[in-house]
């Protein structure tokens, strides 16, 4: 690997120092959660509050710049598979980290007062803004593609959520969408690119990854995609149209978002991945020529907007252009010029965001040919509008001057290329001065024939964040020189030493002043002719691109729409026979076209006697549903063919299993018989439309097919089986059961994951069954008396006619010795048979019998907790015990044992094992009530009503 010389805030391998990143993006993810209840406690004030945890990571982000050293924190996240948690605070990063956590805190403080004090949703917006926060945080310090990529898409949620704040707003809600289905795109290209990139490295650390870039095969390609994504997020044309519209949110949303955060993401993974990939053809001719028709379209149209944010928001547009092109064109020069005007465009154009919300606040409108005379009403505001705009155009002695400066030096190389995209990002920035100079006299000027807009006091925590970050675009441009001294532990990691570009106030060099002036005096000109310049624009103005995404998004739908008429008829028998015929033909292309001849299949019969008589009676049992009209006799014929899979498994020594496939059947059995209730119960009235014949060869070859599957799998077999391996890893966690150890131990994550997708597979089904949001409540009627429904032995019982008394008592009497069951289930899981997972089931089968004897009420006393509670507090439990580990210095899920000497009772084991698996009982207990709650009582409801007749 390469050695590239350190420096503050230098870029090291394998030399810096270690630190956990974690706890500050644990210190959002709390005060993300806990921001609704503050906000409901102190109101507005809570923001400051918030703004403790992005204030914190400035904080220990200029510890890291001080001490002038790499951080680096690494844990094994799944080890096996080479994924762990990496951060890395590194040159670049630190940046980033600088920006994310100084303009964060300060947007937080002007929410505190931006907001009126009976806002609605503020508690919402404040979660999820310190939510964003945090997500970016851990975007710019991963050092892992794969873990980049999770936070990457974190912001792309959280933006949508922030975008679309107001629910009443038609635009907001279009625009969110559109923000989230443009970066979405871009992300999942991304993620393909970023998985072939680590395939072809060997590793997806990206220090790694940059220190020895792969090369050849499909690396073009997957630069290429990462490039897609990059460019989508940071709203690079053609993913332009998505951050205008992204100004119908909340003016503090579009100063952090789109100014100094979630759009420079993009322009963040170009920097990162720009030493290694910067030389190759297919990364600049798709980033430079881009990021060029960018900056002069964004530029173009800002010139002709009258509302000062989308004025802002295209000229953020062409901005992102300008610095595309910088770091795009891959070389030591531009690369340190993109440094400076990162650090320049963040600082003033947060600072105008936040100046026009205060505009807006006072005035009550952002309409520049409305607004007059704010210059002498706010003349504080506008001196804050002035330095920011004046940093923008390119103004000397501000951060935008040297950041300009030092690109036009950058790309006077004398190669024909350089000269044209200089000539482009000189032409881009004369665009800007016009738009900036264009930008102060829309807001603060005073408009000929126009009265002064009257003004409403600013509040000081309004009007101090734009002030500090226009007051720091030039009381920071003096250092230019160390910043840019700082930054060559970074910029040295690119090839080729270049031409000795570097951050100055002036550079010394004739050439890039003289541009600069021409650009200073291009835009002076540019606002001069300004409305013939914007009628000339609209007339130009064939079209708009967002007009062309909505055109695309209708399209699509019609297409899919039409499609799904094809191929969704709404008959699952349909869909089950083209599942079976296409698994048949994919099977016979196998036979035909694959290396079947070299495996030898070593096939066992049947290893006890009782297996084929099983066997018999399950082919027997599955032929004679084939046979059944009747919907009740069919679920009944099907799930003895459950019960005997669960007798097979118990004379294969597999006990587990068969005691949770047997608790599985039959509560999918009483499922089914609660849904079939609105059936009728004989026969049906019309035949199937696919012969017998047809189906059960059909069902004869799927069988045939997924057996022969499964045994050549195992015999096709090249490496050391598992199985061997698992023995001793269940002693080393410390379970007598080796079933339980894989479950809890060995695979926790697949189970952990599994929970999450029945809950979310639960939960789906039973909402979709009923779209009624009172259904979801278990409750008495408010009339009932208790005398006519009420037992000894039951809370409730069924209507007359249809009780059964020996049912109620036997269900009375054993309720309470099924839950200790369960509960004795749930505790020797560990190291006999049981778990969980079967202890849940046995629960649930407990409220099931009260519920089957007494009806929904009787129900709703057994069940006095909610379904939504238990299934949260499960999961939480999972969770908790998944970063217990982390906590304890080890990995994520690694189980905790304890051994204590407890007087009366001898030497007790403990784990967090029991913890995980008290997660999974209540999780389960909870989907059982859910269902029950849905498909039982809510259908008892609609009888009762006559509903649904």
Not at 320 to 341: H, P, Q, S
Not at 431 to 439: C, E, I, N, Q, W
Not at 512 to 527: C, Y
Not at 809 to 838: K, Q
Request: hydrophobic share 55%; proline share 5%.
């Amino acid at each position: 690997m390469k050695r590239v010389p350190p420096g503050i805030l230098g870029y090291v391998d394998h030399d810096g120092a270690r630190g956990d990143m974690e706890p500050l993006l644990i210190l959002h993810a709390v005060a993300a959660v806990l921001a609704p209840a503050l906000v409901r406690r102190f109101g507005r004030d809570a923001f400051l509050l918030l703004a403790v945890p992005p204030a914190c990571g400035f904080a220990y982000t200029s510890w890291i710049a001080l001490a002038g050293v790499t951080v680096e924190s690494y844990h094994d996240w799944a080890p096996v598979l080479g994924l762990g948690l990496s951060f890395r605070a590194d040159a670049p990063a630190v940046l980033m980290m600088a920006l994310v956590t100084g303009v964060g805190a300060l947007v937080v403080l002007y929410c505190s007062r931006y907001f009126a004090a009976t806002a609605e949703g503020l508690g919402r917006f404040a979660g999820v803004l310190v939510a964003f926060a945090g997500a970016m945080l851990g975007l710019v310090v991963a050092d892992d593609l794969l873990l980049l990529y999770v936070f990457w898409e974190l912001t792309t949620v959280f933006s949508y959520l922030l975008i679309g704040h107001d629910p009443a707003s038609r635009t907001g809600r279009r625009a969110a969408m559109q923000a989230l289905t443009v970066t979405t795109f871009g992300g999942l290209t991304m993620l393909g690119g970023m998985i072939v990139l680590g395939e072809a490295a060997g590793t997806y650390r990206v220090s790694r990854i940059v220190a020895d870039p792969p090369s050849g095969g499909l690396v073009p390609v997957a630069v290429v995609l990462v490039l897609v994504g990059a460019l989508s997020k940071s709203a690079i044309f053609p993913f332009s149209m998505w951050l205008p519209a992204a100004m119908a949110a909340p003016t503090p949303v579009s100063a952090y978002l789109h100014a100094a955060a979630m759009v420079k993401a993009g322009v963040y993974l170009l920097a990162r991945l720009g030493p290694a990939f910067g030389d190759l053809a297919a990364w600049r001719w798709t980033a430079v020529p881009l990021g060029l028709l960018t900056m002069l379209l964004g530029a173009w149209r800002a010139l002709r907007e009258y509302d000062l944010k989308k004025l802002l928001a295209y000229g953020t547009v062409s901005q992102l252009g300008f610095l595309t092109v910088l770091f795009g064109a891959g070389t030591r020069d531009t690369a340190i010029a993109g440094a400076g005007m990162l650090l320049a465009h963040a600082l003033f154009k947060a600072s105008l965001f936040l100046v026009v919300g205060a505009v807006d606040r006072s005035t009550g409108t952002r309409d520049l040919r409305e607004l007059s005379g704010l210059r002498r009403s706010a003349p504080w505001l506008c001196a804050t509008a002035a330095g920011a705009a004046a940093s923008m155009a390119g103004v000397p002695l501000f951060w935008g001057f040297v950041g300009k400066e030092a690109a036009f030096e950058s790309l006077l190389t004398g190669r024909p290329a350089d000269t044209v995209v200089l000539a482009g990002v000189a032409l881009g920035s004369a665009l800007t001065a016009g738009y900036s100079a264009r930008f102060l006299w829309g807001a603060f000027a005073d408009k000929p024939g126009r009265e002064p807009v009257p003004v409403r006091r600013t509040a000081a925590a309004v009007f101090l964040p734009p002030a500090l970050l226009s007051a720091l675009g030039l009381a920071t441009a003096p250092f230019a020189e160390r910043y840019g001294e700082a930054m060559e532990g970074y910029t040295g990691t690119f090839t080729g030493p270049g031409h000795g570009t570097h951050l100055a106030l002036w550079s010394g060099a004739p050439v890039p002043l003289l541009l600069s002036a021409a650009a200073l005096a291009g835009g002076a000109l540019l606002f001069l002719v300004r409305e013939p310049l914007a009628r000339v624009g609209t007339a130009l103005h064939v079209t708009d691109s967002g007009r062309v995404y909505w055109a695309l998004v209708r399209g699509l739908g019609r297409f899919s729409l039409q499609l799904t008429g094809v191929v969704q008829r709404g008959s699952l028998p349909d869909y089950l026979m083209i599942a079976f015929v296409s698994l048949a033909g994919v099977a016979a292309f196998s036979l035909l076209y694959g290396p079947t001849s070299a495996l030898r299949p070593d096939v066992v019969l049947w290893e006890r006697v009782e297996q084929p008589v099983i066997g018999v009676l399950l082919v027997a049992t599955a032929a004679a549903a084939l046979r059944t009209r009747s919907h009740v006799v069919l679920v009944l014929v099907a799930g003895l063919t459950g019960y005997g899979t669960a007798l097979l498994f118990l004379v294969h020594g597999s006990p587990d299993l068969a005691l949770t496939q047997f608790l599985v059947e039959t509560l999918s059995l009483v499922v089914f018989v609660l849904v079939l209730r609105r059936l009728p119960l004989g026969p049906r009235e019309a035949g199937p439309r696919v012969p017998f014949g047809a189906r059960l060869t059909l069902g004869c070859v799927s069988g045939a097919v997924v057996a022969g599957a499964g045994v050549l799998a195992m015999n096709a077999r090249q490496a050391t089986p598992v199985g061997s391996l698992m023995v001793p890893a269940a002693r080393e966690a410390g379970a007598d059961n080796l079933v339980s150890a894989i479950l809890v131990d060995i695979r926790a994550w697949d189970t952990m994951g599994e929970s999450s997708v029945l809950v979310v597979l639960a939960l789906g089904m039973t909402g979709l069954v009923f779209l009624r949001s009172h259904s979801y409540a278990l409750r008495f009627p408010q009339d009932r008396t208790g005398g006519e429904t009420r037992t000894y032995w039951l809370a409730a019982t069924l209507p007359p006619g249809q009780r059964a008394v020996i049912f109620e008592l036997v269900a009375r009497l054993t309720f309470h010795t099924v839950m200790v069951v369960s509960v004795f289930l749930l505790f020797t899981g560990h190291g006999a048979v049981g778990g969980g997972f079967a202890g849940g089931m046995v629960a649930g089968l407990a409220l099931v019998m009260r519920y089957l004897a007494g009806g929904r009420y009787e129900l709703a006393d057994a069940a006095r907790v909610t379904a939504g509670v238990l299934i949260g507090l499960g999961l939480l439990l999972c969770t908790v015990t998944a970063f217990w580990g982390m906590l304890a210095g080890a990995g994520p899920l690694d189980m905790l044992p304890a051994d204590l000497g407890v007087p009366l009772l001898g030497d007790l084991h403990l784990s967090t094992v029991l913890l995980f698996e008290v997660g999974v009982y209540v999780t389960v207990v909870g989907m059982v009530q859910d269902v029950l709650r849905s498909l039982g009582a809510e259908l008892d409801r609609r009888i009762d009503e006559g509903e649904d007749r």
